[in-house]
């Protein structure tokens, strides 16, 4: 036992439950702990002297040459080829158990004719340009994607497996634990222990039915009790759904208290007909699970507000019947989380439901 807390055992509870006593406040508490992308040239007849003094005539002027013949035209150039068409398309995607097909190959344009050859030779005339060459060749065009396979056939399981998200056991309620098998069929089969009379599913490992009046899991501790050498320090998640997770016990709570009193029976009815989250296997507490959210370094409420707002600094029923008194019950008062005897029979306090 360390130097920060004492055990004793509290008469005054049914099961003789051992209650840690911290002597820094010193009040009881039930906790037990346990291990988180070129031109023509000019030519000149000579002149015949003799036959144009025979004629009498002046001597003629030579007539002009005609023109040298035209060269050919050049020739017209040769068309460009046409672009290769693209890649084929690729397969699309295979869905589980199904197979694609490939896409079809773009098809491969043909290359641009070549073109027409120079012009003919003027005969003397002037030389004339041949006709240009052809218009070169479109481009492919690109093949289309292939078309994707169809999707596998999904095995048919038995509706009961739909509640198994793993291999392994839970608690999908506190009635009973779930235990899931991973067949080689690709489904789970489900199996379902319920849980005996006063025994409830309890999740902190390794998950079984156990008796809430005792300690299952271990006791969280306060900042200062976990400076002081305690391990478990007290931790919650808000679930956002008015329902706080205790991180270290597995316990889901009911984050906003009941705006009522009710007498212990009343209490019990009360827990059991709330629909919350959800979930309708909600309860009343035990004595050592209330205790287990009280924050003790706190006081007028006892209790992290953050976590569970509008906490009274009241009594609050629990599941525990006072040992030596079978018409009394225990409450768990969070002005400084002490627990006190109440008779479940005209007293009216507060109730937090649990699961």
Known sequence: MSSWQERRREPGLTHGVDVIVSRRIGFAAFAALLAVIPIGCKSRRPLND????????PPGTGGRGGNA??????AGGSGTGGGT???AGTGGAVPTGGSAAAGAAGAVSTGGSTGGGGGAVSMGGSAMAGAGGGTAGAAGTAGAAG????????PVCPTDSAQCLAAGTSCPSARGVLTCAAGSDGCFTASTEACATNLVCERYAP???ANPQWVAWPMPNTKADVAAGAPNAMSFTDNSDGTVTDNVTRLMWQQT???ATFDWLAAGAACRDLRLAGHDDWRLPSTVELISIADLDRSGPAIDVKYFPSTPSDPFWTSTIWGTAPNSAATISFDRGTPRQQPMVGALHYV???R
């Open 85 to 87: 068409g693209a890649v």
């Open 50 to 57: 003799d036959a144009g003094m025979e004629a009498g005539a």
């Open 147 to 154: 078309v994707g396979g169809s999707g596998g056939t999904s």
């Open 207 to 209: 998950v079984a039915c």
């Open 257 to 259: 208290v009941l705006a």
């Open 69 to 74: 013949p035209g060269t050919g035209g050049a």
């Open 352 to 354: 937090r439901c649990v």
